[in-house]
């Protein structure tokens, strides 16, 4: 709950996908939604009788998914290039503009025109 707190609306977030499938081995290792937090409270959501997590409403933007291993080298919160992974141990945590714009940048559908 504690992080969720920390968020505002109108703040973007960008999650990251460490397995394709919660709980199983398959890597995704790919940036895979985007979107800015909406108004309202942080709650509960059941998911599994053992399983409640601390969700918080979010406005979901069209994207694709980015692999995170050509952005590597680029992204300035991944201070240990070859143990990238670490970071996205800690879960929840903010990165700079840049790293943002970078990522949502790949991520956010553009206006394609018209054939």
């Known amino acids: 709950r504690s992080p969720l707190r920390r968020v505002a609306p109108g703040d973007w977030v960008i999650y990251y996908s460490s397995k394709v499938h919660y709980k199983e081995k ?34 979901f933007k069209p994207c694709e998914d980015v692999a995170i291993r050509p952005l590597i080298d680029k992204l300035s919160f991944i201070e240990d290039k070859q143990h990238w992974g670490y970071k996205f141990r800690f879960g929840f945590f903010e990165i700079n503009q840049e790293d943002f714009e970078l990522i949502a940048g790949e991520m956010l559908e553009r206006e394609r025109p018209s054939q």
């Open 26 to 59: 398959e890597p995704c290792q790919a940036f895979t939604a985007v979107g800015q937090i909406k108004e309202g409270e942080v709650y509960t959501a059941v998911m599994t009788p053992n399983f409640e997590p601390a969700r918080r409403d979010v406005d």
